[in-house]
C-alpha cells in the first residue's frame, strides 16, 4: 500500500500563475478530502468527495480555487489565479466511509506563491 | 457546527515527563474522536482514535486518551515523554450528523527537552 500520494511536495510560484495541485487516493476508499495549512488558521478543510462526486466544498475559499475528482484514483486542486495569501500546505487526505474512522493523509505540498 | 478547543498551544518538556494535552469538543451528539500527530516537516499521522466502548483508548507509542462524554472532553497522555515526541499534536472530532468530514483542532506544538 502506496499510502495517500500528492505531488508537486514543493511548489513556487509568481502571483497570478496557474497552479494545479494533484492527488491519488489509497486504491478502495470512497472518500477524498482537501485540507490547507497555514500558521494564523491551522487545519482547514476545502472540499472532501465521496465516490468522485464533491460532497461538501464549503470551504473553498473563492472563485479562485477549484478541485476535480475524474476517477477514484486521481484529484486535482487548482488556483487560478494564486495569490502570495494561498500560500501554505494543501494536504489530501482519503478514507473508507468518511471521516468516521479517521483518515490516512497524503505527505503534502507546500505551495509559496511570491 | 462542531468545534475543537485546543487550549495548550506550545507545551515544553523534559524528557521523562507525564504529557497531558487538552481536547474538548462542542457537539452534544455521538462523536468520533480523534488524535493525530505531526512531526516536524512531516504529514498528519494517527495517533488514537475512539469510537465507543472502553473510554480509555491506548494508540500507538505509549500514548492514550480518556474520552469524559460529561465534560466533552478527550485529553491525550503520556506518561513518560521521549525527545522524539517533538511534534504537533491535533485532536479532531466527527459527529454523526452525516458530514463525513473531521473537524481539527489549532494543535498544540510540543517540545521535549533532552
Known amino acids: 500500500d502506496a499510502g495517500v500520494i500528492q505531488s508537486p511536495r514543493h511548489e513556487v510560484t509568481e502571483m497570478g500563475q496557474e497552479v494545479t495541485l494533484r492527488c491519488k487516493p489509497i486504491s478502495g476508499h470512497d472518500y477524498l478530502f482537501w485540507y490547507r495549512q497555514t500558521m494564523m488558521r491551522g487545519l482547514e478543510l476545502l472540499i472532501y468527495f465521496n465516490n468522485n462526486v464533491p460532497i461538501d466544498d464549503s470551504g473553498m475559499p473563492e472563485d479562485r480555487f477549484s478541485a476535480k475528482m475524474p476517477n477514484a484514483s486521481f484529484s486535482t486542486l487548482k488556483i487560478q489565479p494564486s495569490e502570495p495569501r494561498d500560500s501554505a500546505v494543501y494536504f489530501c487526505?482519503?478514507?473508507?466511509?468518511?471521516?468516521?474512522?479517521?483518515?490516512?493523509f497524503g505527505s503534502g505540498t507546500r505551495l509559496t506563491v511570491v | 457546527a462542531q468545534s475543537v478547543s485546543q487550549h495548550n498551544h506550545h507545551v515544553i518538556l523534559s524528557e521523562a515527563a507525564s504529557l497531558e494535552l487538552g481536547c474538548n469538543y462542542s457537539y452534544g451528539g455521538t462523536v468520533n474522536l480523534f488524535w493525530y500527530v505531526q512531526y516536524p516537516g512531516q504529514h498528519l499521522q494517527l495517533l488514537l482514535k475512539y469510537f465507543s466502548g472502553d473510554p480509555l483508548v491506548k494508540g500507538i507509542k505509549g500514548f492514550e486518551a480518556e474520552f469524559i462524554k460529561s465534560k466533552f472532553s478527550f485529553n491525550l497522555r503520556k506518561p513518560s515523554v521521549q525527545w522524539s515526541d517533538t511534534a504537533e499534536y491535533f485532536c479532531?472530532?466527527?459527529?454523526?450528523?452525516?458530514?463525513?468530514?473531521?473537524?481539527f483542532g489549532s494543535g498544540t506544538r510540543l517540545q521535549v527537552q533532552p
Open positions: 487526505a482519503s478514507s473508507s466511509g468518511g471521516g468516521m474512522r479517521g483518515y490516512t
Open positions: 479532531a472530532v466527527n459527529a454523526n450528523t452525516g458530514r463525513r468530514a473531521l473537524t
